[in-house]
């Protein structure tokens, strides 16, 4: 059965990775989709992956942390199937080193992807949301931003940030309708973790009570979840994927 029939999807960093998975399962469950990509060539090929499968996609190119390239995302979904009722704030960077090495513009760089690119997504997302009496948030964070990780202070700060954003944003619109929610997940096989050095990626899997790293199809199926009415009491919980790294 599919759960997301009706509603308009807006996934930002969508063309690769958990983020093209995300798309791909919303598309599955009956969703339209807007495909939000740093990357055009990588949005269309999602996009296209979709369409070719019998769903419904549009591609849009753009930065999360700029307003007006997210407005075009958002407007895309408005003009051509009315506003969004589903919005997915995953786009996120990578970036590994040690809080005493670190140059202060890849800090600036991790807390605008992460951080301010969220917030730009569900400020854009919420008027026409809170209008309408429903809607869908559903925030990408990381178990990192719960428990810290060794030479990712910079990511873990802005995961952290994106989870009490989320918590503080369910509590002012969760009695208008529109439910807020984050899913932090564990280390994932995408290319963002692959591209980070072979000893943490055999220390971080040797800490693992599963002892594996999660796949993008597992973050998507939460994403699902959360976005279809079986999560309907659901409000301002984050949610982990996370092969048992964090157990709250």
């Keep these: 059965m599919k759960r997301l029939v009706g ?3 807006v996934v930002t960093g969508a063309g690769a990775g958990i983020g093209r998975a995300i798309a791909l399962r919303l598309a599955e469950e009956g969703a339209r989709v807007v495909v939000n990509d740093l990357d055009a060539e990588t949005a269309e090929e999602t ?3 979709i369409t070719d499968a019998g769903g419904t996609a549009l591609a849009v190119a753009g930065d999360v942390t700029d ?3 997210v407005d075009r995302a958002f407007g895309l979904c408005e003009d051509t ?3 969004c009722t589903l919005a997915v704030n995953n786009a996120g960077i990578v970036h590994q080193v040690r809080l005493a090495d670190m140059d202060l513009a890849d800090w600036d760089r991790m807390i605008a992807v992460h951080l301010r690119g969220c917030f730009i997504g569900c400020r854009r997302a919420i008027g026409p949301m809170l209008e309408a009496g429903s809607g869908v948030i559903v925030n990408i964070a990381s178990q990192l931003g719960q428990i810290g990780g060794i030479e990712l202070t910079h990511y873990s700060a802005a995961k952290a940030g994106i989870i009490g954003l989320t918590k503080a944003l369910a509590r002012e619109v969760s009695e208008a309708g529109v439910r807020v929610n984050a899913v932090a997940p564990g280390p994932i096989n995408t290319e963002l973790v692959r591209a980070l050095s072979p000893d943490w990626q055999r220390a971080k899997a040797a800490e693992l009570p599963l002892g594996r790293f999660g796949e ?3 973050v998507a199926a939460t994403v699902a979840f959360l976005a279809s009415d079986d999560a309907g009491i659901y409000v301002g919980q984050t949610l982990g994927p996370n ?3 964090v157990m709250l």
């Design 67 to 69: 307003p007006a390239d």
């Design 47 to 49: 996009a296209a992956h």
């Design 7 to 9: 509603h308009r999807a």
């Design 216 to 218: 993008p199809e597992d």
């Design 243 to 245: 092969s048992g790294d």
């Design 81 to 83: 199937w009315g506003h």
